[in-house]
């Protein structure tokens, strides 16, 4: 069955990652997504390992982390700094959807690529630009990186132990949201265009995505008065919430009301605290967090997390292990949820490329996981021949 997107072309001069997330999430929809890349060299990161995933032959077939945001993509090599190239450009913009590029702000215009220049050809085309910082304002011209932004935009300044370093999160959660976001306005301006037959400009910039994604502790801000700090594993506004040691290692405990909470009291024996005025109400246990929670330490302390994680779950308080990756993908769950996919590729050791399904489950037009991520300029003849010209200097393929 075909996805939600078929018949949608995407057009992705985009290259690292929050421009490849978005466009790999429209592919998995079931658009058909060209990714232009550079002869040669291609996407930066196809060298961006190891680990690589290993041909028949033992040779690389571009870094992990390449294959982790371009599957179901066409590729075409392209040199879009000769003008052969731009022509090449210009007619598969013309005969596409949408445009994801996230080039220095002005790059693009000076190459006739940008979004006043393909509308004059489609003006039905849908642009959508990605930068660090958005197409005006005084940091416009600058460059962005996730772990600038996770800096700049507030998210290191509540992240890390209080007495420690500010601390970046462990993904490059900027650029994967900004992904998202794009593709969510991508979607919005398609609906837009069919209903008026016009096209827009999509920008996103990765500063707009790292403040608005700061939700509750940025409203901690603006409604109080008071910048929030870093609180290690805790939260701002929830007591208890947040990691307890135990005989064997460490759990997450994430009670969510009074009701929860009264419950854990009784299954690690002190219902006293529950009944305690101090502790009686979230209100209470946030203002008193520092008397309450090493009270909890000391008593999550006489269990082992296998124990204290069954009596919790049966009676109903959120708590869970905190899991390594490898135990991740060995979880009976995300097992059951189908999260690992084996995409076939002839090239590959074993046959196959793995990857990470999308999290969205559509009843009616089921995700599309149809191909792998492209070799470099695996598809230009293809694409090439279907523009209706001849191989010429502005292309070529891998070798």
Same mark, same amino acid.
């Given at each position: 069955?075909?996805?939600?997107?078929?018949?949608?072309?995407?057009?992705?001069?985009?290259?690292?990652?929050?421009?490849?997330?978005?466009?790999?999430?429209?592919?998995?929809?079931?658009?058909?997504?060209?990714?232009?890349?550079?002869?040669?060299?291609?996407?930066?990161?196809?060298?961006?390992?190891?680990?690589?995933?290993?041909?028949?032959?033992?040779?690389?077939?571009?870094?992990?982390?390449?294959?982790?945001?371009?599957?179901? !993509?066409?590729?075409?090599?392209?040199?879009?700094?000769?003008?052969?190239?731009?022509?090449?450009?210009?007619?598969?913009?013309?005969?596409?959807?949408?445009?994801?590029?996230?080039?220095?702000?002005?790059?693009? !215009?000076?190459?006739?690529?940008?979004?006043?220049?393909?509308?004059?050809?489609?003006?039905?085309?849908?642009?959508?630009?990605?930068?660090?910082?958005?197409?005006?304002?005084?940091?416009?011209?600058?460059?962005?990186?996730?772990?600038?932004?996770?800096?700049?935009?507030?998210?290191?300044?509540?992240?890390?132990?209080?007495?420690?370093?500010?601390? !970046?999160?462990?993904?490059?959660?900027?650029?994967?949201?900004?992904?998202?976001?794009?593709?969510?306005?991508?979607?919005?301006?398609?609906?837009?265009?069919?209903?008026?037959?016009?096209?827009?400009?999509?920008?996103?910039?990765?500063?707009?995505?790292?403040?608005?994604?700061?939700?509750?502790?940025?409203?901690?801000?603006?409604?109080?008065?008071?910048?929030?700090?870093?609180?290690?594993?805790?939260?701002?506004?929830?007591?208890?919430?947040?990691?307890?040691?135990?005989?064997?290692?460490?759990?997450?405990?994430?009670?969510?009301?009074?009701?929860?909470?009264?419950?854990?009291?009784?299954?690690?024996?002190?219902?006293?605290?529950?009944?305690?005025?101090?502790?009686?109400?979230?209100?209470?246990?946030?203002?008193?967090?520092?008397?309450?929670?090493?009270?909890?330490?000391?008593?999550?302390?006489?269990?082992? !997390?296998?124990?204290?994680?069954?009596?919790?779950?049966?009676?109903?308080?959120?708590?869970?292990?905190?899991?390594?990756?490898?135990?991740?993908?060995?979880?009976?769950?995300?097992?059951?949820?189908?999260?690992?996919?084996?995409?076939?590729?002839?090239?590959?050791?074993?046959?196959?490329?793995?990857?990470?399904?999308?999290?969205?489950?559509?009843?009616?037009?089921?995700?599309?996981?149809?191909?792998?991520?492209?070799?470099?300029?695996?598809?230009?003849?293809?694409?090439?021949?279907?523009?209706?010209?001849?191989?010429?200097?502005?292309?070529?393929?891998?070798?």
């Amino acid at each position: 069955m075909a996805g939600p997107l078929h018949g949608v072309r995407v057009l992705e001069l985009a290259r690292i990652l929050a421009g490849p997330w978005a466009g790999q999430l429209l592919a998995d929809l079931g658009a058909d997504v060209i990714k232009v890349e550079r002869p040669g060299a291609g996407d930066d990161t196809r060298h961006w390992g190891p680990p690589f995933v290993a041909g028949t032959d033992g040779e690389r077939l571009s870094a992990a982390y390449f294959h982790s945001c371009n599957r179901g !993509k066409r590729s075409i090599a392209v040199d879009f700094e000769t003008p052969e190239g731009r022509e090449v450009v210009r007619r598969l913009a013309g005969e596409a959807d949408v445009v994801i590029e996230n080039f220095r702000v002005g790059a693009l !215009k000076r190459h006739g690529l940008d979004h006043d220049s393909l509308s004059d050809l489609n003006p039905r085309l849908v642009t959508c630009s990605i930068t660090g910082f958005g197409q005006d304002g005084p940091y416009a011209s600058r460059a962005g990186y996730d772990f600038l932004i996770q800096g700049m935009g507030g998210l290191m300044s509540v992240t890390g132990d209080a007495e420690g370093q500010p601390t !970046k999160v462990g993904m490059a959660v900027i650029d994967l949201f900004t992904g998202l976001y794009a593709a969510v306005g991508i979607l919005a301006a398609l609906r837009h265009r069919d209903r008026t037959g016009e096209g827009q400009h999509v920008d996103c910039a990765l500063l707009d995505t790292a403040v608005a994604t700061l939700a509750n502790q940025a409203l901690n801000y603006l409604v109080g008065g008071r910048a929030p700090g870093r609180l290690g594993n805790a939260h701002p506004n929830i007591v208890p919430y947040e990691v307890f040691p135990v005989s064997d290692g460490h759990v997450i405990i994430a009670t969510g009301n009074d009701g929860q909470y009264a419950r854990l009291c009784v299954i690690l024996g002190a219902p006293e605290l529950a009944r305690d005025p101090r502790f009686a109400d979230n209100a209470g246990r946030v203002a008193h967090r520092r008397e309450l929670i090493p009270k909890l330490c000391a008593l999550t302390l006489g269990s082992d !997390k296998a124990g204290l994680l069954s009596r919790l779950e049966a009676e109903g308080v959120p708590a869970g292990p905190i899991n390594a990756i490898d135990e991740v993908f060995a979880d009976p769950q995300v097992i059951a949820r189908g999260l690992r996919i084996d995409i076939a590729r002839p090239e590959a050791q074993g046959g196959t490329v793995p990857g990470v399904r999308a999290p969205l489950v559509l009843s009616g037009t089921p995700m599309d996981y149809r191909s792998p991520p492209p070799l470099l300029g695996e598809h230009t003849d293809e694409i090439m021949s279907a523009l209706g010209r001849a191989a010429g200097s502005a292309w070529r393929t891998s070798e």
